[in-house]
């Protein structure tokens, strides 16, 4: 199938325009990308950095999460994984304009769907984790606070930014796919042989045929008073033929 002429397959215009940088900065879906790789940042950076503290008497080191080290490594690997996911995605947007093949956009946001919305599932995950080990943490004079709120507060964040962008890829699908399955209507020549124009067909059309009067001759019993004489090659003159002229 081919695209139909202003429309865009997979929510992308079609391909052979330039990039402009303001106008996919500014779209909602680039925005909340951006607002993805910022959370997942602040929750990795944060928990390596202080996400791990050692007591008094001890050198080991261990979670902030009620010493649950589970709870830290399961946070700092989902968000490596949507960091770098994020910046993946943000490079195929802008690839995507540039595809020509409809099948090729169709894989693309088929594969952006797919890990949104698993890592909205994932997030989601770590949230409850991480929230449900901070309440069972009793000891908190050492740990530092924010750092632990901080974690689970941007966890949350995370699951509403990845369930938007689930969303906005599930649009741009449906879209795509109305689109290209609408075959493209091309107007059918005219007809060289019809006597009409295109604009003009008349519905039904039966001429007239017309008989002329045939009328049937009888034989007449009167004789015909206007019938021509005879013709005669060499008519006489009147009178008498023996006639000559005197001789003086």
Same mark, same amino acid.
């Given at each position: 199938? *081919? *695209? ?45 950095? *202080? ?6 008497? %001890? %050198? ?35 690839? /995507? =304009? ?37 309440? !069972? ?7 530092? !606070? ?8 941007? %966890? ?26 609408? =075959?493209?209507?091309? *107007? ?55 006639? /000559? =002229?005197?001789?003086?």
């Amino acid at each position: 199938m *081919e *695209e139909t002429g202003g429309a865009s397959a997979y929510g992308a215009s079609l391909a052979g325009g330039g990039f402009d940088f303001y106008k996919f900065i500014r779209q909602p879906q680039t925005i909340v990308r951006i607002l993805s790789w910022i959370f997942a940042l602040v929750v990795f950076a944060t928990i390596t950095t *202080e996400g791990y503290i050692n007591s008094v008497d %001890s %050198s080991e080191v261990k979670c902030i999460f009620n010493h649950n080290d589970s709870a830290c490594h399961y946070a700092i690997g989902i968000g490596v994984i949507a960091f770098l996911a994020c910046v993946a995605f943000l490079v195929l947007d802008v690839y /995507l =304009p540039f595809m020509s093949s409809a099948q090729e956009r169709k894989y693309a946001v088929m594969a952006d769907l797919g890990f949104s919305g698993a890592w909205c599932f994932l997030w989601m995950v770590c949230f409850c984790l991480l929230a449900s080990q901070w309440t !069972k943490t009793l000891d908190v004079t050492a740990v530092p !606070k924010d750092a632990a709120r901080a974690t689970v507060a941007f %966890s949350f964040f995370s699951i509403a930014t990845w369930g938007i962008l689930a969303y906005f890829a599930f649009i741009r699908f449906r879209r795509g796919v109305n689109q290209v399955t609408i =075959p493209t209507y091309t *107007e059918q020549p005219p007809d060289q042989h019809t006597p009409y124009p295109p604009t003009y067909a008349p519905t039904s059309y039966n001429p007239t045929t017309y008989t002329p009067t045939t009328y049937n001759s009888y034989p007449s019993s009167v004789p015909d008073m206007h019938k021509q004489p005879p013709f005669t090659p060499n008519p006489q003159a009147h009178g008498n033929a023996e006639y /000559l =002229p005197p001789n003086y």
